[in-house]
């Protein structure tokens, strides 16, 4: 992988409706230079989502075909649907942009792998178990059922803490991005100004 050397790849994880995708897109909003990865999905597109935005939308046969071409970076089964990070668009945005992955720690185990790449791996999480309940029953984008296996899949994902750089907890959405962001602005200063050293 070819790029400047200065640009950093940050990947945020969490259970879901801890609210990643929005910090993710506050980061984007603030700093031009930093590029969301869009993963590829064989979920349906929820109506406010666009393809090639939001997600690539594909069927789970072009999903498979991707896989046995060795097309991804990473992917993982969530919740009958698959996701991926497809190696080509990394590969190409890496040159000029920062670039941020809203993925699950499936994918950041198998991102981890590749020592090449200058990972900082965030992890989100609610303040509670219930309040994460409350969140996924607010945002309003799933089936009673769907809240249901989410939640109950909290469990698992938390087991996987110690993979990650950083675990915040995202109890006050504001503190959450400033925390994130001074996080990213230490590690860019580091590799700009590899001998500074903070007083």
């Keep these: 992988m070819l790029h400047d050397g200065e640009n950093i790849m940050v990947i945020l994880s969490s259970p879901s409706g801890v609210g990643k995708t929005t910090i993710t897109k506050k980061i984007q909003q603030k700093y031009p230079n930093f590029k969301i990865s869009v993963s590829h999905t064989t979920r349906i597109p929820r109506s406010n989502e666009v393809d090639g935005v939001d997600y690539h939308f594909v069927s789970k046969e072009n999903f498979k075909k991707l896989i046995d071409q060795n097309q991804f970076y990473e992917y993982a089964k969530i919740f009958e649907n698959y996701y991926g990070t497809l190696r080509k668009t990394v590969d190409e945005d890496i040159i000029s942009n920062d670039l941020i992955f809203d993925i699950d720690w499936q994918g950041t185990k198998q991102l981890s792998k590749f020592n090449n790449l200058k990972l900082i ?4 999480i609610p303040d509670s178990k219930e309040e994460l309940k409350k969140r996924l029953i607010k945002r309003d984008q799933n089936t009673k059922e769907e809240v249901d296996k989410r939640y109950k899949s909290f469990n698992e994902d938390v087991k996987h803490w110690n993979d ?8 006050n959405l504001d503190i959450c991005f ?15 100004n590899p001998s500074h050293k903070s007083q």
């Design 164 to 171: 990650y750089d950083y675990i915040i907890i995202n109890k």
């Design 121 to 124: 791996k965030i992890y989100l």
């Design 178 to 192: 400033k925390q994130i962001e001074n996080i990213i602005l230490l590690h860019k200063n580091k590799i700009i």
